[in-house]
């Protein structure tokens, strides 16, 4: 019988250490709690994942083409706040249309900066968090946002609706991740995606408009958090001016834990649902093991470190560098 060696080890743990873990915390949050895998909790789980699931698919493009976006959760407040101002003022119907257009604008200006001026894009979607966030207070004068008639309007369907038992939070998450997935495995765009990712500058000396590919994704990550603002805004009707506020690092952390690399070229949308999954999960077993709220955000950040560690583990192979 063959035996695994340390080498073959730290292979297996580098690729599929995030799944390993995840299926430790299973075990033990079952154990600790036996509603964990409760049918009811389990929709729960995956109806409060939504939202973020959602912002992730979009970022899944802008981290495959090599690049981040840390604005989405001011980005994503703004959409809220918009949409619900905009329902009483000129009603649902054009309200979604107007508030799409301008998250759109953000994106286009964005991924401008980053793929046309070839700007560097931590620095920038870092600059347009505050940014985001400091238009998103002028536009409501710092107030919070509520639409006055919530009993007489049907804009609620989206984030409280059910569709054949299904809420249609959760109908609309897996629509829009099959219809991502298609893109970017099976279209050319996708191709393009993954080349300017892999590598740019083979990708242009290939054809490939690299600049254009960085605009396309950028835009398509904020086609993505207006859905979420959409979702978010219809789920309680009311919203305050920072309820995206340190999502960006949630959604990140989701769509590295699903495999897709920092460095570009590699993750799937497929992997990235999985990786919000296991976040919304983990962060269900801490409330239900009587952890506070506050920890997660420690876990977020320990699951993050892990989740970079372990990609540049399997770029090398192997868990530990050689240099000591």
């Given at each position: 019988?063959?035996?695994?060696?340390?080498?073959?080890?730290?292979?297996?743990?580098?690729?599929?250490?995030?799944?390993?873990?995840?299926?430790?915390?299973?075990?033990?949050?079952?154990?600790?709690?036996?509603?964990?895998?409760?049918?009811?909790?389990?929709?729960?789980?995956?109806?409060?994942?939504?939202?973020?699931?959602?912002?992730?698919?979009?970022?899944?493009?802008?981290?495959?083409?090599?690049?981040?976006?840390?604005?989405?959760?001011?980005?994503?407040?703004?959409?809220?706040?918009?949409?619900?101002?905009?329902?009483?003022?000129?009603?649902?119907?054009?309200?979604?249309?107007?508030?799409?257009?301008?998250?759109?604008?953000?994106?286009?200006?964005?991924?401008?900066?980053?793929?046309?001026?070839?700007?560097?894009?931590?620095?920038?979607?870092?600059?347009?968090?505050?940014?985001?966030?400091?238009?998103?207070?002028?536009?409501?004068?710092?107030?919070?946002?509520?639409?006055?008639?919530?009993?007489?309007?049907?804009?609620?369907?989206?984030?409280?609706?059910?569709?054949?038992?299904?809420?249609?939070?959760?109908?609309?998450?897996?629509?829009?991740?099959?219809?991502?997935?298609?893109?970017?495995?099976?279209?050319?765009?996708?191709?393009?995606?993954?080349?300017?990712?892999?590598?740019?500058?083979?990708?242009?000396?290939?054809?490939?408009?690299?600049?254009?590919?960085?605009f396309l994704c950028y835009l398509m990550s904020a086609g993505c958090v207006a859905t979420a603002g959409l979702i978010q805004a219809s789920r309680s009707?009311?919203?305050?001016?920072?309820?995206?506020?340190?999502?960006?690092?949630?959604?990140?952390?989701?769509?590295?834990?699903?495999?897709?690399?920092?460095?570009?070229?590699?993750?799937?949308?497929?992997?990235?649902?999985?990786?919000?999954?296991?976040?919304?999960?983990?962060?269900?077993?801490?409330?239900?093991?009587?952890?506070?709220?506050?920890?997660?955000?420690?876990?977020?950040?320990?699951?993050?470190?892990?989740?970079?560690?372990?990609?540049?583990?399997?770029?090398?192979?192997?868990?530990?560098?050689?240099?000591?």
């Amino acid at each position: 019988m063959a035996t695994l060696s340390k080498q073959d080890i730290g292979k297996i743990l580098a690729r599929q250490g995030i799944l390993i873990a995840f299926a430790f915390f299973i075990i033990g949050f079952t154990l600790a709690n036996g509603r964990f895998l409760s049918p009811d909790n389990v929709m729960g789980v995956v109806r409060s994942s939504a939202i973020l699931g959602v912002m992730a698919l979009g970022v899944t493009f802008v981290v495959i083409s090599g690049n981040l976006d840390l604005s989405v959760g001011s980005m994503m407040s703004f959409s809220t706040i918009v949409v619900l101002d905009l329902h009483d003022k000129i009603g649902p119907a054009l309200a979604i249309p107007a508030m799409f257009a301008m998250t759109l604008c953000l994106g286009a200006f964005i991924g401008f900066l980053v793929g046309y001026l070839k700007l560097n894009s931590l620095i920038v979607t870092l600059g347009m968090l505050s940014a985001i966030h400091g238009l998103t207070l002028t536009y409501s004068g710092g107030k919070n946002m509520d639409i006055a008639d919530k009993d007489g309007t049907w804009f609620d369907v989206f984030g409280q609706g059910t569709a054949l038992g299904i809420p249609v939070p959760i109908l609309m998450f897996l629509a829009l991740a099959a219809l991502l997935g298609i893109i970017l495995a099976k279209t050319p765009f996708g191709r393009k995606v993954y080349a300017v990712g892999g590598n740019g500058t083979a990708a242009t000396f290939s054809g490939i408009k690299r600049a254009r590919t960085v605009f396309l994704c950028y835009l398509m990550s904020a086609g993505c958090v207006a859905t979420a603002g959409l979702i978010q805004a219809s789920r309680s009707l009311g919203s305050q001016n920072t309820v995206g506020q340190g999502l960006e690092l949630e959604v990140l952390a989701a769509v590295i834990l699903g495999g897709a690399s920092l460095l570009g070229g590699s993750g799937t949308i497929f992997k990235t649902v999985i990786g919000v999954l296991i976040l919304g999960f983990i962060q269900n077993g801490l409330l239900l093991v009587g952890l506070q709220f506050y920890v997660q955000f420690v876990v977020t950040w320990i699951i993050i470190i892990l989740a970079v560690w372990l990609d540049i583990a399997a770029k090398r192979g192997k868990l530990w560098s050689n240099i000591a």
